[in-house]
């Protein structure tokens, strides 16, 4: 048996019932083996060992009171993975289907995708099974408080930053950092997507979506194809998806599709992206309600947004959106590439099959790695005490998603595996983290 399935049997059987984690790990560790078979010292220095195991987990709970006068209880995780690189990074999920292991899965990628942004800074995850939808801005406010009243003694500038992720936005980070500033006197980068009055970074916001759709030109462009005429399908219309959504249609592509967890809309003449915004991120209303803006848009509550016939797939919503069924229906309708702007969207059957049939296929931890870069550039700034222009943190990113394609497609093709990003992406970001830590001792 191989050292990483040893480790993968091993790491499965000592943390049941992670099914997100251990799919993460599945997805990652046979593709790590050509390294170790050139690295023997690795293995003796239990590389893997130490790198599916997370530094420290933290888990709390968290009781808040509902505008009924209800006592209500959420429990809270972070996880922090791996600090060879700098200070624990990564987003916090607020989801009702949070989990140990959906944190552990999202840790674990983080470690990879932060090392491929070439910025300082380690991997971590946190969040809670608390569902934000539906409460009121006083609930909200309830649980970011409780939730950093426990948090704050585990986080810092330098030691953990969080940041959003699913759930959490600009206004919970506000809530977050109020209550982090009461309880440790400290006005420090201690989370990252603030609002651009208080230390958040222009070009933050648009990050994720724009690097997503940066990463997928540069994929391209080395096909010598681009973004200009295709046809785009995203799922999800949150952070992530509307942004690559709005720099896609800026670079010429006309965008078919959106979703959310009720629904899909069809809109043939390209999505009306101020309507969404509109709906979204200022209403927190629900997907269907395009339909009273462009009635003849469709709406519909079965079936995929990847059956839409297309030239690209962006899958911007969650994990495991785009199986067997989904890649199958690409691949038919002859889609030249995917985007993965979620975190693990495609499950691993899904992606066999994108690769198999020739679609060009961009890992979540490179391509969704743009938010993250913006956000250790809004610590560099925070640490600085100054603030770069948008077109300044824009270039910077387009410079890092060049960067992280040029990196994962040297890695593949180095490795003997010409094109397959998935590979090459897990093995530029590991190399970089394995250095580390061995140059680190056995900590
Ligand atoms: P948001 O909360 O802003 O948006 C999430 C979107 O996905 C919403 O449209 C939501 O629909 C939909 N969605 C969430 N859960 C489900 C589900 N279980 N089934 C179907 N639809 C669902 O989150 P983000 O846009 O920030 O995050 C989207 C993805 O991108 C996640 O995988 C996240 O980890 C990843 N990501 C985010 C980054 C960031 O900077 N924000 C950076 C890198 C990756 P509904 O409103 O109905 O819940
Ligand atoms: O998955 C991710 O990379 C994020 N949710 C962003 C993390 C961050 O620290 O900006």
């Known amino acids: ?5 040893e480790v993968l049997a091993k790491t499965i059987e000592k943390n049941p019932g992670e099914q997100e984690f251990h799919q993460a790990i599945r997805e990652v560790l046979p593709t790590l083996q050509p390294v170790f078979d050139a690295n023997p010292a690795y293995q003796r220095s239990g590389l893997l060992e130490r790198l599916v195991e997370p530094e420290r987990q933290i888990i709390f709970r968290v ?9 209500q209880v ?5 996880v922090q993975f791996n600090s060879a690189l700098g200070p624990y990074k990564g987003g916090l999920r607020f989801h009702p ?42 609930e909200v406010m309830a649980f970011c408080q409780s939730f950093m009243t426990e948090l704050f003694r585990h986080i810092g500038a330098d030691t953990d930053v969080p940041a959003g992720d699913i759930g959490v936005g600009g206004r919970e980070i506000g809530f977050l950092y109020g209550q982090y500033k009461r309880l440790t006197g400290l006005y420090e980068g201690v989370l990252t997507g603030k609002d651009l009055t208080y230390g ?16 997928v030109s540069n994929m391209l462009e080395a096909k010598g194809q681009d973004l200009n005429g295709k046809k785009v399908v995203i799922s999800g219309s949150g952070n992530v998806a509307i942004y690559a959504a709005e720099k896609a249609a800026k670079l010429g592509a006309k965008v078919l599709t959106m979703s959310d967890s009720n629904g899909w809309i069809f809109d043939g003449d390209g999505i009306d992206l101020a309507a969404v915004k509109e709906i979204k991120e200022v209403r927190r209303g629900r997907i269907r309600e395009y339909l009273n803006v462009r009635p003849k848009a469709e709406y519909h509550e079965e079936g995929l947004v990847w059956s839409v016939p297309c030239d690209v797939a962006l899958p911007c919503a969650t994990q495991n959106e785009l199986r067997a069924d989904g890649a199958r229906l690409l691949v038919q309708n002859k889609c030249v590439a995917v985007g993965e702007g979620a975190n693990m969207p495609t499950d691993i059957e899904g992606t066999e099959i994108l690769q198999q049939n020739g679609v060009l296929f961009a890992p979540g931890k490179a391509a969704n790695a743009g ?3 913006v956000s250790a550039l809004e610590m560099s700034q925070n640490s600085m005490r ?21 990196q994962s497609s040297a890695a593949a093709e180095r490795y003997g595996a010409k094109d397959n990003l998935v590979l090459g992406a897990n093995v530029a970001g590991f190399l970089k983290v394995a250095a580390a830590m061995t140059l680190q001792g056995i900590v």
């Open 200 to 215: 958040g970074s222009l070009t933050r916001t648009e990050a994720t979506g724009y690097g997503l759709v940066y990463l």
């Open 371 to 373: 938010g993250v870069a």
């Open 386 to 406: 100054l603030s770069w222009t948008f077109d300044e943190v824009d270039e910077k990113l387009k410079g890092i998603m060049k960067n992280i394609y040029t």
């Open 63 to 71: 009781p808040w009171v509902d505008d009924k006068g209800q006592v």
């Open 74 to 78: 959420n429990r809270g995780f972070r």
């Open 1 to 5: 048996m191989s050292y990483t399935s």
């Open 97 to 138: 289907s949070v989990k140990l292991g959906t944190i552990k899965f999202l840790g674990f990628e983080q470690i990879f995708k932060n090392s491929l942004t070439g910025q300082p800074i380690g991997g971590g995850k946190g969040g809670s099974d608390f569902d934000p939808k539906g409460k009121s801005d006083r």
